[in-house]
Structure formats: structure tokens, C-alpha cells
């Protein structure tokens, strides 16, 4: 649900499904997320925009990669945050689609 070209820390992701402190179990199911075709979890960074330096699908050069091929701007090794994480509107549009989708089950 993270936008192309856009990224989000791990803490964002955890205030996506209500508690921020749990990024920790945010960054354990992306690592094991089974293919990254259908959730692309090379859209979560770290706080500081760094990318995992154990990104399930090949290390931090794959999901560079795949970021710089979506249009997201590096600088001194990290993303640049301040042009690519998701914007507030974009938090609360996936949060309203999280919250369509659940209410749904």
C-alpha cells in the first residue's frame, strides 16, 4: 500500500496496525514475507532511510535497486526522506484502506 516511489520507516508501518514501538516485529514479518511481488516490503527503510542489511530478497544492493528503479533518490547512502517517505496524506489514506479492509473480515 506504500505508494511507488515513496518508502516508509518501519515505525510507520507499526502505527499502521496501531503501536509504532512494535517495529521491531514489523521488520520479523517482512523479513519472512513470502514474496515480495505481492507485498513489496523493499518500501520499508529505517527511521534514518537506510535500507536492511538483511533484506529477504538479496541484501540492501536488491532492495536499492528495486527503490531506484521505482524513482526513489539516494543521497550519501541512504534514501533521501525528505522527498521520498510517505507523506501524512499518504499515511492516512493507507490507514483508511487498512481500516476498509479489516472491517471487511
Known amino acids: 500500500m506504500i505508494p ?14 496501531g503501536n509504532c514501538n512494535l517495529r521491531r516485529y514489523v521488520g520479523n514479518a517482512l523479513h519472512k514475507n513470502p514474496s515480495n511481488s505481492v507485498t513489496p516490503c523493499h518500501r520499508v527503510v529505517n527511521a534514518k532511510g537506510f535500507c ?5 530478497f538479496g541484501g ?4 536499492r535497486q ?3 528503479a521505482e524513482g526513489v533518490a539516494f543521497t550519501k547512502g541512504h534514501v ?3 522527498k521520498h517517505a510517505i ?3 499518504d499515511f492516512d489514506a493507507i490507514s ?5 479492509i479489516t472491517s471487511k473480515s
Open 4 to 17: 511507488r516511489g515513496k518508502v516508509a520507516s518501519y515505525s510507520q508501518v507499526a502505527a499502521l496496525v
Open 52 to 56: 536492511s542489511g538483511s533484506f529477504a
Open 60 to 63: 540492501s544492493g536488491v532492495q
Open 66 to 68: 528495486k527503490l531506484e
Open 80 to 82: 533521501d526522506m525528505e
Open 87 to 89: 507523506s501524512q496524506d
Open 96 to 100: 483508511a484502506r487498512l481500516q476498509e
